[in-house]
Structures are given as structure tokens and as C-alpha cells.
């Protein structure tokens, strides 16, 4: 097999979607499958994704006043049994040290698949007055959980996340908190990602293990399955009261702060794939790009291309995240295939006929459109066709979004509905966990939220019948 074969051989996205994932995964050098099973390596480019949506996501916490601090990797056992929801909710998942320097230790430590017990732990230590609130701290940083079945970025055992961790004066205060760490969430997905959200409460089965309330961004995929893209959590007194977070008041009586939890992970570069790839591979949102542009010199060989294409890799990447390739040892052909399989943004061609006009070539990555553009007009021509690309990778999304997301009020429909369109569907609920269950046994799908702006779909629930409470969307997963 050539390299001109290798950059085009992806498995077609509608044969076999799971393969088409892992192809573009490994072939786009995102990350790779290691000896430790069930947990990935992110290679430089799949890393660099990930630096830049923490660099987006950390300035919006810092506007609000969000500080990043470190805690450990270890969790004590004793730690862990402190709030009963939490440890049921993710005992199945926990992986446990039980022996160092060759002797089994006195005490169990759990490698973290959150933080929530440790930090609360701190705060603890940490709180003494209302005068020392909030504390809004959030820690970068790899958790563990030992998913039975794994997909790289998706769900693995080992990922990169961020987990927001705050305490409060008032309950208001703190849901205040979750509400706004919802919102740029949100703007995580849209703004960034190019990615349209679905969001709302997650149903009381749903919810994080020992939250009031969980909040959701759901994000829908190719094929119709959600992701669940970032969660915020309003805990109110269920950890501060087990871990004695407590603070002398404004009235000099002592209380229990109010607590918040929130992340977002690696998950996220996985939305990116699934949401925007296509049959030529990775199609990435500018924003987030790691290389918006790529320089292509043709016929770099002859008198003057390379130095040109310096000139304008120079000029422009003082604005603009920007790669020159000027490998000798592979063909144009092969270039091409082999950045828009990266996803690059925009691939810039220059050549000998184009330099005399003084004119370059711009090839869209999510059209695929080409547009002959002056060489002095190239800096805006550049920021217009990016801003054009986002708008236009979103807009598909949100077409897929709209075509996808129907109505039952029956359970025959929502069993015909999710085989025959998989998507988003909206369905009355009467807030019974059993039907919830029942559903996800029938048909795989279950509550992605309860959405904001409800809507009066029948008076009685579609899976049992009974009166309804509010309208839930459904769907697949992954």
C-alpha cells in the first residue's frame, strides 16, 4: 500500500461508524491504544485540541472569578464512605491500591474518579467564617473509572477533565454558581466547538450521585445518539454536612456552606469527530483548530515557491495558528488527502504561475470549495473564510438537530420512532425511575434532560400511562 492510499483509507461512515471513529482516531494521529487496557495515549495533535479548549474554558472561569488549585490523585477509603449516594453511585467504576513498596497497606486508596470527597475534606479544613466565602476553586487534572467497555476519547478509563469544586454562603449563591458554569458550558460547545446544545435538568435517576440537581448539555451526534458534553451540579448541604463544611454566619450562629461540582473532559475532542468528520476524515471548528492553516507550496522544487510560502507562513501566523509543509518526500496528492484527513480549517496552495500573478489558492476543508484570493487581501480573506466555516459546520449540526428531534405519546411510537430516525425524541413523563429502566431495557435509549421550555405533548405518561409531570427528550447514547 502507497502513502497516497494510506491518507484516503477510512472506513465509510455509513457502513460502519464505530469503525470510521477508530480509523480517523489513529490515522490522524489523535491518539493511540497503549498497553494498559481500556486507557489511551493523546498524541500531540489530539493533545493540542484539548490546550486549546482548556484555554477557552479556563478564561471563562477566571472572569467569574474561578481559581485553579491541585489536590490528590489518592482518595482514603473512610473518605469515600462519608456520603452514601456518592459511593453507590460510583462504586461499579472505582479502582482501589491496595499494596506500596511491596506491603499491603492499612487502608485502601482509590485512585479518583471524581474529587468530590477529598476537596470537601479540605474545605473543611479551610472554612471558618462567612468572611472566608465563596471558595470557588477548580482543578485540571486525570481521573479513573474502569469502564467496561471502552472508546478512545469517548469513554476511557483514564481521562483528562476539569472539576469545579465551590462552597457558599447562601443556596442561592450556589446554584447562582451552577447556572453560570452551565452557561459557558454552552458556549463551550456553540461558540468553540461549532456544536448545538440541548439543555436541561437531568431526571432524579440521572443525576449525579449525591446532587440536588444535575444540569446538562446534550450535544447530538452523526447518527442521532447524544453525548452528554458537560454537566454542572448544585449539591446544596448533601456533602458539607457529612464533611463538617461548616462557617460561622453573618449572625455569629454556626451553618453548612452550600456546594457546587462541575466538569467537562476529553470526552469533548470525541463531540468533535462525531459531530463534524466526514468520509475524508477529521473536519475541525476553527476555533479549536490546532492548525487553522496549512501552507501547501506546489512545485516547491523550483525558484522561489519555498521562499514565498515562508513569507506568507511568517506573516500569518501572527494572527493565525498556521503549519508550513514543506515535506520533499511525499506528493502534493498526498498532502492534500493527508490535511484534510486532520481536518484542517483551510489549506492554502501556492505555485510558481501564482506567485507571478500574485495570487494564492484557498481550499475549504468543510466544502471543499476553492477560491483564487490576492496575495494582499489574503490576512482578511483568511478571517472572513474561518468565521464562514464555523458558521456553516454549525449550521449542519443544527439541521441534523432540527431533522432529528420528533414527538411520541405512545410507546409503540417511541419504539418505531427511535429504530426508524434515531435522534432526540420528546415524550410526557410521570417521573417514575421503573419506567425510565423499562425503556432503556426495550430500546437502549434513555432521559437526556428535562429541557427548560416545556411543551404539553398528552396529559399522561407514553411509557406507563399515567399522568404525567413534566416532558423529558429521550435518546441513545454513547
Not at 471513529?21 to 481500556?38: F, M, N, P
Not at 486549546?52 to 469515600?80: H, M, R, S, W
Not at 470557588?136 to 476519547?153: D, G, I, S
Not at 462557617?247 to 451553618?255: C, I, S, T
Request: proline share 4%.
Amino acid at each position: 500500500m502507497g502513502k497516497e492510499d494510506f491518507v484516503k483509507e477510512i472506513t465509510n461512515i455509513e457502513d460502519d461508524i464505530a469503525q470510521w471513529y477508530t480509523d480517523i482516531v489513529i490515522k490522524a494521529e489523535l491518539a493511540d491504544y497503549t498497553d494498559t487496557k481500556g486507557c489511551i495515549a493523546i498524541r500531540p495533535y489530539g493533545y493540542a485540541i484539548w490546550e486549546n479548549i482548556q484555554k477557552y474554558t479556563d478564561a471563562k472561569f477566571k472572569e467569574i472569578g474561578v481559581e485553579n488549585a491541585y489536590f490528590p490523585v489518592l482518595i482514603p477509603e473512610n473518605l469515600l464512605q462519608k456520603e452514601k449516594d456518592h459511593v453507590e453511585g460510583f462504586a461499579p467504576e472505582v479502582a482501589w491500591v491496595t499494596e506500596a513498596g511491596g506491603k499491603k497497606l492499612e487502608e485502601r486508596y482509590c485512585i479518583r474518579p471524581t474529587s468530590e470527597t477529598i476537596i470537601s475534606t479540605m474545605y473543611s479544613k479551610w472554612l471558618t467564617s462567612w468572611r472566608d466565602l465563596p471558595m470557588v476553586y477548580n482543578q485540571w487534572c486525570n481521573v479513573m473509572r474502569w469502564e467496561k467497555e471502552t472508546r478512545p476519547f469517548l469513554r476511557s478509563r483514564e481521562f483528562l477533565w476539569q472539576e469545579g469544586h465551590t462552597i457558599h454562603e447562601t443556596a442561592e449563591e450556589a446554584e447562582e454558581m451552577t447556572l453560570k458554569i452551565f452557561d459557558i458550558y454552552n458556549e463551550v460547545a456553540e461558540d468553540l466547538l461549532a456544536i448545538p446544545t440541548v439543555r436541561g435538568l437531568k431526571t432524579e435517576s440521572e443525576k449525579f450521585a449525591g446532587a440536588d440537581k444535575t444540569y446538562t448539555i446534550e450535544t447530538m451526534m452523526y447518527d442521532g445518539k447524544a453525548l452528554q458534553s458537560g454537566t454542572s451540579h448544585y449539591f446544596g448541604q448533601n456533602f458539607t454536612k457529612p464533611f463538617e463544611i461548616k462557617f460561622q454566619n453573618r449572625d455569629g450562629k454556626e451553618e453548612y456552606a452550600y456546594q457546587t461540582s462541575w466538569g467537562i473532559s476529553t470526552r469533548l475532542i470525541g463531540a468533535i469527530i462525531m459531530a463534524h468528520g466526514d468520509n475524508r476524515g477529521l473536519k475541525m471548528p476553527p476555533k479549536v483548530a490546532p492548525i487553522q492553516v496549512v501552507i501547501v507550496p506546489v512545485a516547491q522544487h523550483k525558484e522561489g515557491v519555498l521562499e514565498k510560502a515562508n513569507e506568507l507562513f511568517v506573516n500569518l501566523k501572527k494572527n493565525y495558528r498556521v503549519k508550513l509543509d514543506d515535506r520533499d518526500n511525499v506528493s502534493n496528492g498526498y498532502k492534500f488527502n493527508d490535511w484534510e484527513m486532520r481536518g484542517v480549517p483551510i489549506r492554502l496552495e501556492i505555485g510558481p504561475r501564482d506567485i507571478e500573478n500574485g495570487v494564492c489558492v484557498l481550499c475549504r476543508r468543510d466544502t471543499a470549495e476553492k477560491v483564487t484570493i490576492e496575495l494582499d487581501k489574503i490576512d482578511e480573506a483568511i478571517e472572513k473564510m474561518l468565521e464562514d466555516i464555523h458558521n456553516n459546520m454549525y449550521k449542519i449540526c443544527k439541521e441534523r438537530l432540527k431533522d432529528r428531534t420528533t414527538s411520541v405519546t405512545t410507546l409503540d411510537e417511541f419504539i418505531e420512532q427511535i429504530d426508524k430516525k434515531q435522534g432526540f425524541i420528546k415524550g410526557m413523563f410521570c417521573g417514575d425511575p421503573a419506567c425510565e429502566e423499562k425503556l432503556k431495557d426495550l430500546t437502549a435509549a434513555k432521559s437526556r434532560c428535562i429541557p427548560k421550555e416545556q411543551e404539553n405533548l398528552s396529559d399522561k405518561c407514553f411509557i406507563c400511562g399515567r399522568p404525567a409531570k413534566q416532558m423529558v427528550i429521550w435518546g441513545r447514547q454513547y
